[in-house]
């Protein structure tokens, strides 16, 4: 926009005041935020959640749209060839953003950093360790050591093969020299219980599936992937500081928007979604989805991509490697 006024006055046309007051009154219309996955999922809880506020905040009506398909990949790609004016927005996810499209031969048809606008995060779940009870394991050395004595015998549980809790023992193991078995389930839950039902050894699970496991006392919880101690169990380590520096693993949704939105939209958009952070039925209910709240401004935001793109894209070409 900067650009556009610059180039009509040095041409000798004056902006119509008529004009930018119609550009400064977003929204005028209904705004839509597309969700990449089905109705009823947490993120799809997300996203209901977040129009509801923003609607209160901008008086103007806010649409749930579900696209799903392809892990994410469709809803995001639509949003990202959407037209750039302030009404359409995705509830993205990480691993459609910062992971699978770094995957060595997949095709998502959008680029996360040049067609896409980070807005500001709106929830992050850590990942908990978690380990069957019956294993001699109580720390993160003892799971390395043991792992290191038994190459090839421990199995781990995910939610999927591909998914974030697949790629963070992936990840695990390349920072450790360790050698697991993956045993990928349909959903993180039932990867948790076959942790109780002996199926498997271990899991790097996502927060909301380990918690009503570890509260209950049917797994033994070692450390938490975040770069922090997590609120819920803050005398459980990260992985970060006990055994691996910089290994920090969180899936996050965050509100994104077309590439080349005009500015002021984006800085108003994070300006509500940080208010809704604070909001305290927001984050009760987050809580209750073993979540967290986040103030994220779109700097931060888009720093955290480029450092979990960093961190992922190598893992990814070495995974490729591994297949030829």
């Given at each position: ?35 990449p996955y ?78 896409l606008i ?207």
């Open positions: 926009m900067k650009h556009l006024a610059s180039l009509m006055l040095t041409l000798g046309i004056a902006l119509a005041p008529s004009a930018v007051h119609a550009q400064d009154a977003w929204p005028t219309r209904a705004v839509t935020l597309i969700v089905g109705a009823g999922g947490y993120t799809d809880l997300i996203g209901r959640m977040t129009a509801s506020f923003v609607e209160k905040e901008l008086g103007k009506s806010v649409v749930v749209e579900n696209r799903v398909g392809g892990g994410g990949i469709v809803g995001t790609g639509a949003v990202a060839r959407s037209a750039p004016d302030g009404y359409t927005f995705c509830v993205c996810s990480v691993g459609a953003i910062s992971v699978v499209p770094f995957a060595q031969g997949q095709k998502v048809g959008y680029d996360p950093v040049r067609d980070p807005v500001s995060i709106l929830s992050t779940i850590s990942q908990a360790v978690v380990v069957k009870k019956a294993l001699p394991i109580n720390s993160m050395a003892d799971l390395v050591a043991h792992a290191k004595a038994n190459p090839g015998k421990l199995n781990y549980g995910s939610s999927g093969l591909a998914g974030l809790t697949h790629y963070a023992v992936e990840l695990f193991q390349s920072r450790t020299g360790t050698k697991m078995n993956h045993i990928p389930y349909k959903t993180g839950a039932q990867g948790v219980l076959a942790i109780v039902s002996g199926e498997v050894d271990f899991a790097f699970a996502n927060m909301t599936d380990a918690l009503p496991q570890i509260e209950a006392g049917t797994v033994r919880s070692l450390a938490v992937t975040s770069r922090g101690r997590s609120p819920y169990f803050p005398d459980l380590p990260s992985v970060h500081e006990s055994i691996s520096p910089e290994f920090v693993v969180e899936t996050w949704n965050g509100l994104m928007a077309p590439a080349k939105t005009p500015e002021r939209i984006v800085r108003r958009m994070s300006e509500v979604l940080m208010k809704m952070a604070d909001d305290p039925e927001v984050k009760k209910t987050m809580i209750k989805a073993g979540a967290n709240t986040v103030r994220t401004t779109p700097e931060a935001y888009a720093k955290q991509i480029q450092d979990e793109i960093a961190q992922w894209k190598p893992l990814l070409a070495e995974i490729a490697e591994k297949k030829h």
